[in-house]
């Protein structure tokens, strides 16, 4: 019987060694014994150093379990899918615009907020750098403006200041009812537009709703500077998401929001495969 081949989230224990030991099985052929059928050959299809130690590979049943015979290894779980979630505006963490943190911040000068998402519309008056400054305050700031197809770098300014795109999970696993994957930070959902206005919306002036409540628009933050991260397109995968997160942290974010529906989330030190 032919084995089926998925896609696994493995961890194991101290940074860089996950990827050798993938390497090694590669080379070895530890991971590719197949007993009952043709030999599989396992694919990697992201490392990740920062959110956790391990990888995302798509793997036969054999190859996982020779994987799990490792001393270094701590657990693996499937490539779920993800649905994306919007939380409340400013009333949810209970601030005012007149005293307290949020005004004493400046409404967020100075800072950085990540959002891994469905990607961003950079033409939205939202996203308009009006009045910002060029120079990016923050030095620890390592991240580009790489939006892949229909998103050229122009379209970042200063207040945009970094796009990326992540899919390579979302690929291995798509069949020909799924809408083209298009590699692009562009949001063709709206959901991350919408959660990136609402987190550092700029001051939009004249907005209104279908032609109800007219009035000036802004986000939380509308003087924070914004780093995007697409990893959702009709679905997304939690391989996509964590190496979205891995990324964000190699940028020099140490804060982002990633809208998950609360019902998929998960405990990845108690779901195995």
């Known amino acids: 019987m032919k084995e089926i081949a998925k896609i696994a989230l493995l961890l194991f224990h101290f940074k860089i060694l996950h990827t050798c030991i993938f390497i090694s099985c ?23 150093d920062n959110a956790l130690d391990g990888f995302s590979a798509y793997l036969s049943p054999s190859e996982l379990k020779a994987l799990e015979k490792l001393p270094e290894f701590i657990l693996a779980c499937k490539d779920a899918i993800l649905v994306l979630d919007t939380t409340h505006t400013p009333e949810f963490i ?13 409404f967020g000068q100075n800072t950085i ?6 990607g961003i519309w950079p ?13 990016v305050p923050i030095s620890k700031w390592n991240g580009s403006c790489a939006g892949g197809e229909d998103f050229n770098s122009s379209f970042c300014n200063s207040k945009l200041i970094g796009v990326r795109y992540f899919n390579e999970g979302l690929k291995r696993v798509r069949n020909e009812t799924m809408p083209k994957i298009v590699d692009s930070a562009r949001d063709i959902l709206g959901h991350g537009t919408q959660v990136s206005s609402i987190a550092a919306g700029k001051y939009v002036e004249e907005a209104f709703y279908f032609g109800y409540a007219e009035g000036v628009g802004k986000g939380v933050a ?25 990324q964000a942290i190699a940028d020099g974010l140490m804060y982002f929001l990633s809208p998950r529906n609360q019902d998929h989330q998960r405990n990845y030190l108690k779901t195995r495969v």
């Open 26 to 48: 590669l080379k070895t052929h530890t991971c590719t014994q197949n007993q009952n059928g043709p030999s599989l050959s396992p694919s990697l299809v992201y490392t990740y």
């Open 94 to 106: 209970f601030l005012n615009n007149s005293f307290g943190l949020w005004p004493s911040s400046n």
């Open 123 to 135: 033409e939205n008056l939202s996203f308009q750098d009006h009045g910002m400054p060029k120079e």
């Open 113 to 118: 907020i990540g959002i891994v998402d469905s």
């Open 222 to 246: 509308p003087q924070a500077r914004l780093a995007v991260y697409n990893a959702f397109w009709t679905e997304g995968r939690d391989s996509d998401l964590l190496s979205a997160m891995n």
